[in-house]
């Protein structure tokens, strides 16, 4: 046998070693070619559309979301129809809204018109009184920090908001700052202060609003209805189609808005879909435990092959004599100061829809 020579044993390990780099190394395009595609995709009219196509492919990228041209089109969909290309967003008539949230609060916690006036009255961080800042606020950025700071440094303001801050959502995508809280554990950037405050930037926006808009696998065939979800929260869509399910099976009338559960409730107090199942128990052959930890499911994808999922459609199905939609959007009618007109989650998925169909023909 012919000794094996050392530049031959040093070409197997630098092979073996490009090999080891190809099978770790991330898949797809490279953050430039996905930052290439998504500005060819976004509008010619935005401001900085190379910034807005970075953060979107940085966000992809560190979230290990495929950046093909459905998610990406989705992505823009959301954004464009949330802020219009706009991170910190102005909001109408935020200053008088927040005025009189303020008033209500104070009225709901019992504290005189009167000491809310002169707590607004004392200066601020920046110098300005409260209520002199409060008068001018214009995005939801200004207002979260305006609260911070009541919270900081007036006594008053931490007996009103303590632990509450009425800014709940924020940036150029509008996602929940909760949210947001709760999934950054792999956030990319340092962050600068604190994580609400991301939220308010262009970066920490489209990352967070990236992950809750796909961040998560559904069942749906029409992205319509991920885009609901959106509104209406994760699997809204599939769980308003299986409120309809129980409707038919029980002959009761349900509210489609996905949520199966009244959050904290005792046992003794369902809500009206659980207690419509509570109805089918024999069926089912489920007490009113099994039915609640299964409802409990309902934020999971696992929900859908559940023992309750399968049976109440197995009924509904044959009382109704025909296959009954897996996926439907909830009956949700959207409220909020911000809003000044009637609108639901079906109008603004069907918004988006529309956008994410443009941008797939761009």
Same mark, same amino acid.
């Given at each position: 046998?012919?000794?094996?020579?050392?530049?031959?044993?040093?070409? !197997?390990?630098?092979?073996?070693?490009?090999?080891?780099?190809?099978?770790?190394?991330?898949?797809?395009?490279?953050?430039?070619?996905?930052?290439?595609?998504?500005?060819?995709?976004?509008?010619?009219?935005?401001?900085?559309?190379?910034? !807005?196509?970075?953060?979107?492919?940085?966000?992809?990228?560190?979230?290990?979301?495929?950046?093909?041209?459905?998610?990406?089109?989705?992505?823009?969909?959301?954004?464009?129809?949330?802020?219009?290309?706009?991170?910190?967003?102005?909001?109408?008539?935020?200053?008088?809204?927040?005025?009189?949230?303020?008033?209500?609060?104070?009225?709901?916690?019992?504290?005189?018109?009167?000491?809310?006036?002169?707590?607004?009255?004392?200066?601020?961080?920046?110098?300005?009184?409260?209520?002199?800042?409060?008068?001018?606020?214009?995005?939801?950025?200004?207002?979260?920090?305006?609260?911070?700071?009541?919270?900081?440094?007036?006594?008053?303001?931490?007996?009103?908001?303590?632990?509450?801050?009425?800014?709940?959502?924020?940036?150029?995508?509008?996602?929940?700052?909760?949210?947001?809280?709760?999934?950054?554990?792999?956030?990319?950037?340092?962050?600068?202060?604190?994580?609400?405050?991301?939220?308010?930037?262009?970066?920490?926006?489209?990352?967070?609003?990236?992950?809750?808009?796909?961040?998560?696998?559904?069942?749906?065939?029409?992205?319509?209805?991920?885009?609901?979800?959106?509104?209406?929260? !994760?699997?809204?869509?599939?769980?308003?189609?299986?409120?309809?399910?129980?409707?038919?099976?029980?002959?009761?009338?349900?509210?489609?808005?996905?949520?199966?559960?009244?959050?904290?409730?005792?046992?003794?107090?369902?809500?009206?879909?659980?207690?419509?199942?509570?109805?089918?128990?024999?069926?089912?052959?489920?007490?009113?435990?099994?039915?609640?930890?299964?409802?409990?499911?309902?934020?999971?994808?696992?929900?859908?092959?559940?023992?309750?999922?399968?049976?109440?459609?197995?009924?509904?199905?044959?009382?109704?004599?025909?296959?009954?939609?897996?996926?439907?959007?909830?009956?949700?009618?959207?409220?909020?100061?911000?809003?000044?007109?009637?609108?639901?989650?079906?109008?603004?998925?069907?918004?988006?829809?529309?956008?994410?169909?443009?941008?797939?023909?761009?």
């Amino acid at each position: 046998m012919r000794p094996v020579s050392a530049l031959r044993v040093a070409s !197997w390990v630098v092979l073996l070693v490009m090999l080891g780099a190809c099978a770790t190394a991330p898949k797809g395009p490279s953050v430039d070619q996905v930052r290439a595609d998504v500005a060819r995709r976004i509008p010619a009219d935005v401001a900085d559309r190379q910034g !807005w196509a970075t953060d979107i492919a940085v966000a992809l990228r560190a979230q290990r979301i495929p950046a093909n041209p459905e998610n990406i089109c989705s992505v823009l969909a959301v954004l464009e129809q949330e802020s219009g290309y706009v991170a910190d967003p102005v909001v109408p008539n935020l200053a008088r809204v927040s005025r009189a949230e303020l008033e209500r609060r104070a009225k709901a916690k019992h504290i005189p018109l009167f000491a809310l006036n002169a707590a607004l009255k004392l200066p601020s961080s920046d110098g300005r009184s409260y209520a002199d800042r409060l008068a001018v606020v214009r995005t939801e950025r200004e207002l979260s920090e305006v609260y911070e700071d009541l919270v900081g440094r007036v006594p008053l303001g931490k007996r009103l908001f303590e632990n509450w801050n009425p800014v709940q959502t924020g940036g150029p995508m509008q996602v929940s700052i909760p949210f947001a809280e709760e999934n950054a554990r792999d956030y990319p950037y340092e962050v600068q202060g604190s994580i609400r405050r991301e939220v308010f930037t262009r970066r920490g926006g489209m990352y967070f609003g990236i992950a809750h808009l796909l961040g998560y696998q559904t069942p749906y065939v029409r992205k319509v209805h991920r885009f609901a979800d959106y509104n209406a929260g !994760w699997y809204a869509s599939r769980n308003a189609a299986f409120q309809n399910a129980v409707a038919v099976a029980t002959g009761r009338k349900l509210a489609l808005d996905g949520d199966l559960l009244n959050p904290g409730a005792p046992l003794d107090e369902p809500g009206e879909t659980e207690a419509a199942l509570r109805q089918l128990a024999g069926q089912l052959g489920m007490d009113a435990r099994a039915i609640r930890r299964s409802l409990g499911q309902g934020n999971r994808l696992g929900f859908s092959d559940s023992a309750l999922f399968r049976q109440v459609y197995a009924i509904a199905e044959s009382r109704a004599g025909k296959p009954l939609p897996r996926e439907m959007l909830p009956g949700i009618r959207l409220e909020s100061p911000k809003i000044t007109r009637e609108l639901s989650t079906a109008w603004f998925a069907n918004r988006v829809y529309d956008r994410y169909r443009r941008c797939l023909a761009r």
